[in-house]
């Protein structure tokens, strides 16, 4: 079964590699941010790009593709990441983060896959 560790934003990365290095070497990172993931490779870690979730045809698809993609590639069994607040939406029965969190955490669901959220420290 796979950890994944959600990065989404350099200041995620670098709390990380300053307070928890140890996640960048037994979970997976994923990330769809160029920075995040160019820190990534230049540091020689293996990490899921999402962009190498999709083909050039399924650019026009959602983060449904990508996190359907993920899912069927590896056998997830929790995902850590530093995750958008809920936002109470009008005319729903839940809260909503951003599109592509949502579908990540409704997909997630669905598999039975853990949700762990972390935040950064208040300085």
């Known amino acids: 079964m796979a950890h994944i560790l959600y990065l989404t934003e350099m200041i995620h990365l670098k709390y990380i590699m300053t307070n928890k290095s140890s996640w960048l070497r037994n ?14 490779e230049s540091l ?4 899921i790009d ?5 083909n ?11 996190y359907g993609n993920l899912f069927d590639s590896y056998t997830v069994d929790t995902i850590t990441g530093f995750f ?6 009008v ?10 969190q949502s579908i990540l955490f409704y997909m997630a669901k669905d598999r039975g896959v853990k949700i762990k959220n972390i935040t950064l ?3």
């Open 84 to 89: 958008k607040p809920s936002v109470g939406v």
């Open 91 to 100: 005319r729903t029965s839940f809260s909503t983060r951003s599109v592509s």
């Open 56 to 66: 050039p045809h399924e650019i026009k698809k959602n983060a449904r593709s990508i």
């Open 50 to 54: 999402e962009w190498d979730l999709i």
């Open 121 to 123: 420290p208040s300085s």
């Open 27 to 40: 979970k997976i990172p994923l990330s769809g941010d160029m920075t995040v993931a160019f820190e990534l």
């Open 44 to 47: 020689g870690l293996n990490f």
